[in-house]
């Protein structure tokens, strides 16, 4: 018994530890494709988004911690960083564009912690259509939890009006909106988590060009400006992505 426990946790440690790093090489990887902009020394990249899905999937020890290692990896010379700013290495950190790269780590932490993970029953390896979920059986009023009472249990418990055992629910299969472990109040908490993720960015980029320009106005015109309309796009984008997957990861990390 011991030794599984060991394996298990092993498993478990070596499974985070390669989480951490395909997320660094993800959020390196969307660095290469980068569009300069006419009047501002900041290019637009996909590294924001990169980003944001990492901290979201991972959540906020791991998504921090990928992050960390990315700015590592850049500050020791790997080619890691978009390439059309004529910075390398640490010196990156302290250019025009470093202010958003230092705050990846916290962008990362806070997305993750704002978006919801997994619950037991409700999302996750037995949530609802997912294999080894078995009606009646799993769940968080399945028989043998605290709390359930057959023909009790839950507001479509067995023998109440519309009853399907196991199924059933304000957030059942078959009603308006639902996705297997994912009900509808998750979307708005995701949206919540990928706009502060994106403002923490934005607030590091504008404060370092704020230092190097002196002057604010004039750093959020070349720092924030240009890239609304962008981020819009992001949001969109994410939060359908984030909600859809992320339970099912968090709960294999």
Do not use: C
């Not at 980068?34 to 900041?42: D, N, Y």
């Not at 806070?110 to 609802?128: E, F, K, S």
């Not at 607030?203 to 704020?210: F, P, S, W």
Request: hydrophobic share 45%; charged share 5%.
């Amino acid at each position: 018994m011991e030794r599984a426990l060991v394996i298990d946790h092993s498993t478990l440690i070596i499974r985070r530890a390669g989480a951490v790093v395909l997320g660094a090489l993800l959020v390196a990887g969307a660095a290469q494709v980068s569009v300069p902009l006419p009047g501002t020394p900041v290019p637009m990249t996909l590294q924001p988004m990169a980003v944001l899905l990492v901290g979201g999937l991972l959540g906020p020890q791991l998504g921090a911690l990928s992050m960390i290692l990315y700015l590592a990896m850049g500050a020791a010379g790997l080619p890691v960083f978009t390439p059309t700013v004529p910075l390398v290495g640490v010196a990156r950190l302290f250019g025009p564009t470093g202010g958003y790269l230092l705050a990846y780590p916290v962008a990362a932490w806070a997305t993750g912690w704002l978006t919801p993970g997994w619950q037991p029953g409700v999302n996750g390896p037995h949530a609802p259509g997912t294999p080894g979920w078995r009606p009646g059986v799993n769940g968080p009023h399945a028989p043998g939890t605290p709390g359930w009472q057959p023909g009790v249990s839950g507001p479509h418990a067995p023998g109440t009006p519309g009853s399907r055992p196991g199924v059933s629910g304000p957030h059942g299969p078959g009603t308006p909106g639902w996705q297997p472990g994912v009900n509808k109040p998750w979307l708005g908490r995701v949206a919540l988590a990928v706009l502060v993720g994106l403002v923490l960015i934005h607030l590091g980029g504008l404060a370092q060009l704020a230092i190097l320009t002196g002057s604010i106005s004039g750093a959020a015109q070349l720092a924030t400006a240009p890239f609304l309309l962008g981020d819009l796009l992001k949001l969109a984008l994410l939060v359908p992505v984030l909600a859809k997957f992320t339970p099912t990861i968090r709960a294999r990390l």
